[in-house]
Each structure stands twice: as C-alpha cells, then as structure tokens.
C-alpha cells in the first residue's frame, strides 16, 4: 500500500534551519508532483511547497519563499524540504502528499493530492 513517511522535525531556535524529509514507497513516486503541507493548532492545513514529477517546476508559499526549497530524488523515492531562517510562525506539524496530476490541479491546495502522511512537528522557538 501507499506510505509517506516523514522525518526531520524537530524544535530549534528562531532563526535555525531544518530538513524535512519523506520516504514514499508503494506507487510510482516519480509519477506523482509531491508537496509539503502544514498546520498549526486551530488553523487550515496550509500548501508549503510543492514540485513537479520531474522536479523542473518548483511552488511556494508567499510565507515561506527564499526561506524554504523543495527538492525530489526520484531514484530514491524520497522528498526533502530544507528550512532555513525559520521563524515562531512556522511551527507546525508538517506533511507530505501525493498528487495525481491532472487539468483540475490547483497548486498548492490540499484537493489535489491523494496520498498523504502522518506528519513531522516541527517547533520554533523565538
């Protein structure tokens, strides 16, 4: 069956740096654009970043772009997404997810992706 994995979470001070990464296994990783969610307490799941299957194409959230980078190893079906200058504001429990692309595709919204999973927290603190 389809699993996401992630990993890399963790607590660190304003400012600091962290990668994420997830391990996908159980489809055709390279088939399917990959991107990185968040949500934060009482908050909507939020769209990070997200990549095309390739890895050409990049997206990001206004809130996180120059700060955060996207990135996919196809042969190693895994996904990364390294962190740099993070803020309080970021804290959050960060997922991955899969998504089938398709003419209906909106980037960065939770609709599009299928596949999703269990979550990294990651907490910054000022």
């Known amino acids: 069956q389809v699993q996401l994995v992630e990993s890399g979470g963790g607590s660190v001070q304003a400012g600091g740096s962290l990668e994420l990464s997830c391990a996908a296994s159980g489809y055709t990783y390279s088939s399917y654009r990959m991107g990185w969610f968040r949500q934060a307490p009482g908050k909507e799941r939020e769209g990070v970043a997200e990549?095309?299957?390739?890895?050409?194409?990049?997206y990001y959230a206004d809130s996180v772009k120059g700060r955060f980078t996207i990135s996919r190893d196809n042969g190693k079906n895994t996904l990364y997404l390294q962190m740099n200058g993070l803020k309080p504001e970021d804290s959050a429990m960060y997922y991955c997810?899969?998504?089938?692309?398709?003419?209906?595709?909106?980037?960065?919204?939770?609709?599009?992706?299928?596949?999703w999973g269990q979550g990294t927290q990651v907490t910054v603190s000022s």
């Open positions: 997810a899969a998504g089938r692309y398709g003419p209906t595709w909106y980037a960065l919204r939770p609709q599009s992706y299928n596949y």
């Open positions: 990549i095309s299957t390739g890895g050409a194409s990049t």
